[in-house]
């Protein structure tokens, strides 16, 4: 069964830099498509970025600001957020699924991190 901890988060002011880390264990994470996901109260779980083996995809929200990365060996992804902004403030989640193709779908994934709040204010 496969498992994801998350860890980083917390409070910063806008333009501030955050490191999301997500690691995994339990299937062959080299072969795993990786997503990122933000869910704010009230609305539906929102598509960040993703990232396989096949490439990356950025939601348009992000794109330019944050960048996903993964560490094959220490089975770690990464969501790195760069100039924050306090529409940026939500739970954020990583994902993964066993089947190679990127998707923006919550349900496409198999696996969910237990989430870790972002808030961006000043």
């Known amino acids: 069964q496969g498992q994801l901890v998350q860890s980083g988060g917390g409070s910063v002011q806008p333009g501030d830099s955050l490191l999301l880390s997500c690691v995994a264990s339990?299937?062959?994470?080299?072969?795993?498509?990786m997503g990122w996901f933000r869910q704010v109260p009230g609305k539906d779980r929102e598509f960040v970025a993703t990232n396989g083996w096949v490439g990356s995809r950025y939601a348009d929200s992000v794109t330019g600001r944050f960048t996903v990365s993964r560490d094959n060996i220490k089975n770690t992804a990464y969501l790195q957020m760069n100039n924050l902004k306090p529409d940026d403030s939500a739970v954020y989640y990583c994902?993964?699924?066993?089947?190679?193709?990127?998707?923006?779908?919550?349900?496409?994934?198999?696996?969910w991190g237990q989430g870790t709040e972002v808030t961006v204010s000043s």
């Open positions: 994902a993964a699924r066993t089947l190679s193709n990127l998707e923006d779908k919550p349900g496409a994934y198999e696996f």
């Open positions: 339990g299937f062959i994470f080299s072969a795993a498509t």
